[in-house]
C-alpha cells in the first residue's frame, strides 16, 4: 500500500479536481482520527469544499453540490487492494456556507480541523470568527442529544448487532458528545474556537475524579489499540463496562438536568421529547439509572 497517506489523498483530490473541473479550497480530517480515538487500521475521513468556475454558476442548471469518492476496500477501482482506506466527501462552496448558517455539527468539525491536508486563508478567518458563524446553544443541544441517544443504545437489553460491533466506540461518542455540551455551556460561545475536538482532551478538562478520569482513559486506550468492539466476559472487562456506563449516566444526569435546561433554554418537556428510561447494565438498579436520556 502507499505508505505516505497524505501524498495519496492530496493526488486524489487532484483526480477530482481534473475529474470535475473543480478547485479545491480545503480539505480536511474528521472523524476517529480527529477526536484521538484511532487505531493502526482506522480509514481515513476526509471533508474538502471546492468551487466550480464562475461561468458554471452562470448557467441554467445548477453545479453538483455534493461529491463522494471512497478507495480501497470500499471503492470500486480496480486498484483497490493497493489503496488506502480513504473516503472523500466535498462540498461545493455555497453549499457548505448554507450549513455553516445553520451551526450544522457537521460542518462546525471541519472547519474546526486540526488535521488539514490543504489549506486556504477563509479557514483560517471561520475559525477565529466561529462565534459569529454558530449558534453555540443549537451546537450544546446537537452534542447533548447525540450523546445521549448513543447512552440509550448502550442501555438496550438486546442491542442490534452493529451497536454491540462497535460497543467501546459508542461509549467514546457518549463521552464526546455530553462532555462537548457542558463545556459549550459553560463558555456561554465564548471562544468557540477552543473546543477540545479530541476525547482525550475532554476527558483531561471536563472529569475531575481520579478513579473517573482513570476509567475514561482506558477506554481511550483500548480503542487506540484496536478494540473496538464488545466487551467480553472477563471480570475486569465487565467491571470496566460497568464503571464506564455508571459515569456516563452520571456525566448525562448533570448535563441534562442541571445544564441544558437552564441554560441553554430548552427544558425537558414529556410533550415535546421523545424519552427511554436507562436500563441498568446488570445487577440492582441504581438511582441514577431512573434519569431520563432525551434522544
Avoid at 469518492?69 to 457548505?96: N, W
Avoid at 462546525?108 to 488539514?116: E, K, L
Avoid at 478520569?213 to 482506558?218: D, R, V
Avoid at 433554554?265 to 439509572?289: A, H, M
Wanted: hydrophobic share 35%.
Amino acid at each position: 500500500k502507499m505508505g505516505d497517506p497524505e501524498a495519496f489523498i492530496l493526488s486524489k483530490l487532484a483526480e477530482q479536481e481534473g475529474k470535475h473541473g473543480f478547485e479545491v479550497l480545503f480539505a480536511v480530517e474528521r472523524s476517529s482520527r480527529l477526536w484521538g480515538t484511532d487505531h493502526k487500521g482506522s480509514d481515513w475521513d476526509v471533508h474538502f469544499v471546492y468551487r466550480h468556475p464562475l461561468r458554471r454558476y452562470c448557467a441554467v442548471n445548477r453545479p453538483n453540490q455534493i461529491v463522494k469518492q471512497d478507495y480501497g476496500p470500499r471503492g470500486d477501482s480496480k486498484d483497490k487492494a493497493s489503496e488506502l482506506d480513504v473516503q472523500l466527501v466535498g462540498m461545493e462552496v455555497s453549499y457548505f456556507a448554507g450549513l455553516m448558517a445553520t451551526s450544522d455539527p457537521t460542518i462546525f468539525d471541519v472547519v474546526s480541523s486540526t488535521i488539514v491536508y490543504k489549506h486556504h486563508p477563509v479557514l483560517d478567518e471561520i475559525r477565529k470568527s466561529a462565534s459569529r458563524y454558530f449558534d453555540w446553544k443549537q451546537l450544546a443541544c446537537h452534542y447533548c442529544s447525540w450523546g445521549s441517544r448513543h447512552l440509550h443504545l448502550i442501555s438496550l437489553k438486546s442491542p442490534k448487532a452493529k451497536i454491540r460491533k462497535k460497543e467501546a466506540k459508542m461509549f467514546a461518542f457518549t463521552l464526546r458528545g455530553l462532555l462537548s455540551c457542558e463545556w459549550l455551556v459553560e463558555k456561554k460561545g465564548a471562544n468557540l474556537h477552543e473546543l477540545p475536538l479530541r476525547v482525550d482532551s475532554l476527558i483531561a478538562q471536563r472529569i475531575k475524579d481520579p478513579k473517573d478520569k482513570k476509567t475514561a482513559e482506558k477506554l481511550i486506550e483500548r480503542l487506540r489499540s484496536g478494540m473496538t468492539g464488545p466487551f467480553d466476559g472477563s471480570e475486569t472487562e465487565r467491571q470496566h463496562k460497568q464503571h464506564l456506563y455508571d459515569l456516563c449516566t452520571a456525566i448525562a444526569t448533570r448535563v441534562r438536568g442541571g445544564v441544558v435546561s437552564e441554560k441553554v433554554g430548552k427544558p425537558y418537556s414529556p410533550e415535546n421529547r421523545i424519552t427511554d428510561k436507562i436500563e441498568p447494565l446488570e445487577g440492582p438498579r441504581s438511582p441514577s439509572c431512573y434519569e431520563y436520556v432525551v434522544l
